[in-house]
């Protein structure tokens, strides 16, 4: 493929490469290489394999266990397992920052440059549905792509913000044990992938960048508990968006310090040698050497676009680790956590309410009603979280998330439904969070049955009430909400009543 790069751009990298220079223009004729990451709380690899569409030759990209490269030919964003959230399509490269994180079950974690939200379900699959995470973009328009993502992968345990970094952290101080900035930047590792940035690089300067990078690290350094990581990653190749950022940054908060990366399948470590005569001399010869444990992935070593990314630790208070103070839902904060103050400046749009009333008709006692008849939780099964309500909107939020009063909030944790006129109505988040076996009654598709391909376009489906699947004791009654699945996994809601259902798949969710 032929890419039309900025003569101000071929000039730089000519200085910076020297003999790798050649190889590196010669990445741009070559083709580009796709990706997709299998959805962990979907499927496990065996059952992905045993399900694939994709080609026998795909192979596994290497930094990540869960994902794959693809031919272009295979249209993985037109399957109907793409509609049930089973992968996320995702530029190779763009999988490392989330998987160097190392985020576990039980952890609170921000991503807060997030949308379109790739980073944000990846870290999700890594929580498998414990502790918290708080997702963040700061253009509104954004965050309708990064809601529709997170609901698309199931995740239960997230709530997402359409916020400025200073003022989550007036709400979160020293909450988090895992903190993703995947900062806006030039975008010259993408010059292959979109020829579109390159537009952009042309209009937004590098020493643009670098200050919303500055003052987006320094309020993540604020909200990172002791012992934490922070993860900062850029898709440009500009040191001053990469090594000499990140020396500022240790040079101005010296209780972080680099969470060495060691270097392989083609990535090559940070390069201190960039950094600015001015910005080393004030770093010190400490920290520019430590910024060898940053990686850097270049397109012409590894099968992928360009990415830089530096992994810091903030010193612990009492040798006390993220790991000893992660905590999982429901689980009360240890003595030695700083909680967070409540904000209060003037609500945006959006207040909460708590949904923790049993009165009748209160969106607490419709929601039971609603598990009750359409759900099928009994025992130790149950679906946690904290009741609230946004206006007509009922959310369950994960547990120990403080007051986001005053802040503008997208989703205050997994959007469940509306409660209205004395009803619950379930929402298609709740469909996609929900697992077949937690269903009152549900009916399995076939993916590339006429069935299937009609649900997706909303169409009414007409169906022998043999094929619902029911739960233990409902003998026969059929009638009412069905979560709708394809191979098991869930897509969506229909209504069914006499051998017809109803479809309620939401309009933007349907194929064209």
């Not at 080609?55 to 031919?71: H, L």
Request: glycine share 8%; aromatic share 8%.
């Amino acid at each position: 493929m032929k890419v039309d790069l900025p003569a101000r751009f071929v000039d730089k990298m000519k200085e910076l490469l020297g003999d790798e220079f050649e190889p590196f223009m010669a990445s741009y004729e070559a083709p580009r290489v796709f990706g997709l990451r299998v959805n962990p709380l979907k499927m496990t690899l065996t059952e992905w394999k045993s399900l694939s569409f994709l080609d026998a030759s795909s192979r596994a990209i290497p930094w990540t266990a869960d994902g794959f490269y693809y031919s272009e030919e295979d249209r993985p964003g037109k399957h109907p397992y793409y509609h049930a959230g089973l992968y996320y399509i995702q530029e190779p490269s763009a999988m490392l920052p989330a998987e160097l994180l190392d985020a576990r079950p039980g952890h609170r974690v921000l991503d807060l440059c997030a949308a379109p939200g790739g980073k944000t379900t990846q870290l999700a699959g890594k929580l498998s549905g414990q502790g918290v995470l708080v997702t963040n973009d700061n253009a509104a328009e954004r965050t309708k792509a990064l809601a529709k993502n997170v609901e698309l992968a199931g995740v239960r345990n997230a709530v997402i913000l359409n916020e400025e970094p200073a003022s989550i952290a007036e709400v979160f101080p020293e909450w988090f044990d895992r903190i993703l900035v995947d900062a806006p930047c030039s975008g010259e590792g993408m010059f292959r992938k979109d020829d579109s940035m390159i537009g952009d690089w042309e209009k937004h300067s590098v020493l643009k960048c670098s200050a919303m990078q500055r003052d987006i690290l320094r309020h993540s350094a604020s909200m990172l508990a002791p012992g934490g990581l922070l993860l900062y990653s850029t898709c440009t190749f500009s040191p001053e968006e990469n090594e000499s950022q990140i020396a500022s940054f240790l040079a101005e908060n010296p209780q972080f310090a680099v969470e060495p990366i060691v270097p392989a399948y083609g990535l090559e470590a940070g390069r201190p040698e960039w950094i600015d005569e001015e910005t080393a001399r004030r770093a010190g010869a400490e920290i520019v050497k430590s910024l060898e444990g940053t990686v850097r992935a270049w397109p012409h070593r590894i099968e992928g676009e360009g990415h830089f990314v530096a992994l810091l630790r903030k010193e612990a208070r009492e040798k006390k680790t993220a790991d000893d103070q992660a905590m999982s839902v429901g689980e009360e904060p240890s003595p030695n956590r700083k909680e967070p103050r409540t904000r209060r400046k003037g609500v945006k749009p959006g207040s909460a309410r708590t949904a923790a009333s049993a009165s009748a008709g209160s969106p607490k006692e419709l929601w039971e009603a609603f598990c009750k008849e359409h759900l099928n939780l009994s025992g130790e099964e149950t679906i946690n979280g904290a009741l609230v309500q946004y206006g007509e909107r009922v959310y369950l939020q994960p547990h120990g998330v403080p007051a986001l009063d005053g802040l503008r909030v997208v989703r205050a944790g997994w959007y469940i439904g509306e409660a209205k006129r004395n009803r619950f109505v379930p929402s298609q988040a709740l469909a996609m969070g929900l697992r077949a076996k937690e269903a009152a009654r549900s009916l399995d598709l076939e993916p590339e049955s006429e069935d299937a391909i009609r649900y997706l376009r909303g169409e009414t489906l007409f169906v022998a009430k043999e094929r619902i699947v029911l739960r233990s004791g409902d003998y026969g009654k059929a009638k009412g909400y069905i979560l709708v699945c394809i191979s098991g996994r869930p897509i969506g809601w229909g209504k069914y009543e006499s051998g017809m259902l109803k479809n309620e798949l939401s309009p933007g969710w349907r194929r064209s």
